[in-house]
């Protein structure tokens, strides 16, 4: 675990102003960003609370590095603004410089410098301090993450969540009012990656720092931010709690986002939706007519004989406490899986049922 400092005691009401406060407020608005053909961002907004953790979440190539180098500063948008507590940094002319923006970053292979030690690696951005305190509060960091003693150490010495730590160290020795992560995890593997995720998040929450992640593990999304922004194709899908993405998502793409759903052709009509594995009452606020529906894990339940839709389980593997089934349903274009515990005795002939919760259901026009 890191060792933690104390944290600072709050300001007394009137004597700090925005420009001071410890954490920063972001607000994206239209923002664009074309490379050549490729519109790498496009008319994005989103806002980011004083202290608030946000996500960016999405495949490869869908903009969101774009649009962290774009709030960084690393590059310049073609249309839009970024503004800072209120202050314009970026768009209609203006191009605010990365060191005055008070952003600190964290990238994916750390960027650590291998000719410098520890000590002068996390001192890098403390050049506005003199020698001796630049060194004090470079300790002091160190401290924060766990590697006090490791001062004089290179980075090809450090293992992966070393390396990944004294970044973080480095990321927030200038006390940066916003953080900005893109995909610092990826590296790591598993154990270390769950561990240091963690830390990572904790020494976030004590500082109270607004922080960005840039990720593509939704799992990873959920444990560690306040809200998602979804994104595909340089556009924004959807904004929201994590809770919000999953109960209520916008389209099937999001849908797919943050779970597992067996997608189907369905009818809904006089208030009942029916579809190759049963029939249920239909939504609230759903639409009529020819749909697209989501069905999540949860939805779906194996039901005595005589009161479902015949399946047929292809295939079973071990989970742990459950067992995986794999099942063919006439009428699906694939196999669904569902999990039964491990103790359950499933035959090869079954059938299916729908319950209420867990059903999404879209426009048959929207796309997946």
Do not use: W
């Amino acid at each position: 675990m890191f060792l933690r400092r104390k944290p600072a005691p709050p300001p007394a009401a009137g004597d700090v102003d925005a420009s001071t406060a410890p954490s920063a407020r972001l607000d994206i608005r239209g923002v664009s960003r074309r490379y050549g053909r490729t519109l790498a961002l496009d008319d994005v907004s989103l806002s980011l609370s004083p202290g608030e953790i946000l996500a960016v979440l999405g495949d490869s190539g869908c903009g969101k590095s774009t649009l962290l180098r774009l709030v960084a500063g690393l590059d310049t948008p073609d249309a839009g603004e970024i503004r800072i507590d209120g202050r314009r940094v970026a768009g209609s002319g203006v191009a605010e410089p990365p060191e005055t923006r008070g952003i600190g970053l964290m990238f994916q292979d750390y960027a650590l410098f291998p000719h410098l030690t520890v000590l002068a690696n996390v001192r890098f951005g403390l050049s506005h301090l003199p020698g001796a305190q630049a060194r004090a509060v470079a300790r002091e960091r160190l401290a924060e993450v766990g590697l006090a003693g490791r001062e004089a150490s290179y980075p090809a010495t450090l293992s992966g969540g070393e390396a990944q730590r004294i970044a973080l160290a480095r990321a927030l020795a200038p006390r940066p009012r916003m953080l900005l992560l893109d995909e610092p995890f990826s590296n790591l593997d598993a154990g270390t990656r769950e561990r240091v995720r963690a830390d990572t998040l904790a020494v976030l929450r004590q500082d109270g720092i607004s922080a960005i992640l840039v990720t593509h593990d939704a799992a990873e999304a959920v444990e560690f931010a306040d809200r998602i922004a979804l994104m595909r194709k340089g556009r924004l899908i959807q904004c929201d709690t994590a809770e919000t993405l999953y109960r209520s998502p916008v389209s099937p793409f999001a849908a797919r986002a943050l779970g597992d759903v067996v997608t189907v052709a369905g009818l809904a009509s006089g208030g009942r939706l029916t579809t190759p594995l049963g029939t249920v009452a239909l939504p609230t606020s759903a639409p009529e007519g020819s749909v697209q529906v989501c069905l999540r894990p949860e939805a779906i339940r194996i039901v005595p004989r005589g009161e479902g839709v015949p399946g047929r389980v292809l295939r079973r593997s071990f989970a742990g406490a459950s067992t995986r089934i794999d099942i063919e349903v006439a009428g699906l274009d694939a196999p669904l899986r569902l999990a039964a515990p491990a103790d359950d005795r499933v035959d090869e002939r079954i059938e299916l049922g729908l319950l209420e919760g867990g059903i999404l259901v879209f426009p048959r026009s929207e796309p997946t």
